[in-house]
T-cell receptor, first 111, second 113 residues
Framework: QKEVEQNSGPLSVPEGAIASLNCTYSDRGSQSFFWYRQYSGKSPELIMSIYSNGDKEDGRFTAQLNKASQYVSLLIRDSQPSDSATYLCAPSSGGSYIPTFGRGTSLIVHP | KAGVTQTPRYLIKTRGQQVTLSCSPISGHRSVSWYQQTPGQGLQFLFEYFSETQRNKGNFPGRFSGRQFSNSRSEMNVSTLELGDSALYLC????????????FGSGTQLSVL
């Protein structure tokens, strides 16, 4: 059973702060890692993907991957109220490539 | 380019009935996957279709089935509905599946009474 663990939150941060979202996964065969953002009442949308150990930056977002520790994280710099959403971590295995979604972390950015 | 279209948006059924949900992927996308989302279980994978063939299947009972047509449109069917089937059903498409970005539709909210 592939498991993806995320703190459900809510994680509350002030506007302008760095939000740090964490995820651990059980499947050592995972090769690709995705972060999806889901606003309340909406469907998920991909915001970051990372495939190799280290950091990947895209605008205000930085994904960090450590395969040895089976750990992936998402940092959001200069957090904005519009970042308030649930963030889903989704590793996918090398076989089927079907992502397994975590239950998500609720992020609240308050002015 | 139109996004992923799911119909209907809302559905209310009673136990024992069956239901069919529809998904039209983004033009050119050949992979369609289905997910069930509930507050307690999160997003769970149902199955994936590619070129009219079921390529991957999640851990759901046989009451859940699907198919894909030659134009890549997909349908999902749930027979003998149970109260626990109440959920948001999401369809996602990608050009060929694999390590690709998934584009999700707005979902069908199914309520079983």
């Amino acid at each position: 059973q592939k498991e993806v663990e995320q703190n459900s939150g809510p994680l509350s941060v002030p506007e302008g702060a760095i939000a740090s979202l964490n995820c651990t996964y059980s499947d050592r065969g995972s090769q690709s890692f995705f972060w999806y953002r889901q606003y309340s009442g909406k469907s998920p949308e991909l915001i970051m993907s990372i495939y190799s150990n280290g950091d990947k930056e895209d605008g205000r977002f930085t994904a960090q991957l450590n395969k040895a520790s089976q750990y992936v994280s998402l940092l959001i710099r200069d957090s904005q109220p519009s970042d308030s959403a649930t963030y889903l971590c989704a590793p996918s295995s090398g076989g089927s490539y079907i992502p397994t979604f975590g239950r998500g972390t609720s992020l609240i950015v308050h002015p | 380019k139109a996004g992923v279209t799911q119909t209907p948006r809302y559905l209310i059924k009673t136990r024992g009935q069956q239901v069919t949900l529809s998904c039209s992927p983004i033009s050119g996308h050949r992979s369609v996957s289905w997910y069930q989302q509930t507050p307690g279980q999160g997003l769970q994978f149902l199955f994936e279709y590619f070129s009219e063939t079921q390529r991957n299947k999640g851990n759901f009972p046989g009451r859940f089935s699907g198919r894909q047509f030659s134009n890549s449109r997909s349908e999902m069917n749930v027979s003998t509905l149970e109260l626990g089937d109440s959920a948001l059903y999401l369809c996602a498409s990608s050009p060929a599946g694999g390590n690709e970005k998934l584009f999700f539709g707005s979902g069908t909210q199914l309520s079983v009474l």
